[in-house]
């Protein structure tokens, strides 16, 4: 329990450090992405996913994005995975005043995902080509992003895991930097069907930054027990 209260006590430091910037930039918001998930494994090696989001410029308030997102996963070795995956997005931008009140978006991602050990913690990289098809007006725009993910995560208890991450987006085409992720939160396992996580995001942009709190429930179905 110290462990976990250690854990608090950063995220909680971490949150009203970055709140704090505010001051400097006061046209951001604290908002909140609320997620439900899921992780099928259907064999050793291969697993599929699913996903949704509600995304929200405010904590309960202003819908900026809903996602879902379908996926496949193929675990080629130890330490080494394929996936890919298709998500559609419903994006508003509509509180603020250059852009248009909202737009559809279609996603495209292929991935190549490593995983190790360190002790009793895990260490995770994913490196990630998105295929972006935007549509505004009936006409579409493609792009194209790489993303770079590392996350460590460290197990408390049977219950409690903790973790941190940073992930840089980096555009094909001009300007190259897109944005980056850093963030951290705490998942409780309930059983081997159910866990929670609650987390903090910090987004930066070349523009404004935004400040995120991540609530998700997820659930992990194991279908490969009835091969036999």
């Known amino acids: 329990m110290k462990k976990l209260g250690m854990c608090f006590s950063v995220l909680l430091l971490c949150m009203s450090h970055v709140i704090s910037q505010n001051e400097q930039q006061p046209q951001d918001k604290l ?7 899921s992780n099928s494994k259907l064999s050793d090696r291969f697993s599929v996913q699913l996903q949704t989001q509600f995304r929200f410029y405010e904590l ?5 994005q809903f996602k879902v997102r379908s996926g496949a996963t193929f675990r080629v070795m130890p330490g080494l995975s394929l996936a890919a995956g298709y998500a559609y997005f ?10 248009p009140e909202s737009f559809d978006e279609h996603r495209i991602v292929e991935d190549i995902l490593l995983d190790h ?18 549509v505004r007006d009936g006409e579409t725009d493609v792009k194209h992003w790489y993303r770079q993910l590392a996350k460590f995560a460290y197990p408390i208890n049977d219950n409690w895991t903790a973790d941190v991450y940073n992930e840089i987006w980096i555009n094909f085409d001009a300007p190259v930097f897109a944005q980056d992720w850093l963030g951290g939160g705490v998942t409780y396992t309930f059983n081997e069907l159910i866990k929670a ?4 995001q910090h987004i930066i942009f070349e523009g404004p930054n935004f400040q995120r709190l991540l609530f998700q429930l997820t659930f992990t179905p194991d279908f490969s027990k009835d091969e036999s």
């Open 31 to 37: 908002g909140a992405w609320y997620i439900l998930a």
């Open 60 to 64: 309960a308030s202003e819908l900026q």
């Open 90 to 99: 419903r994006n508003d931008f509509s509180y603020l005043s250059d852009v």
């Open 117 to 134: 050990n360190i002790g009793k913690a895990k260490v995770f990289h994913r490196a990630r080509v998105e295929n972006r098809f935007i």
């Open 197 to 200: 996580r609650v987390g903090f």
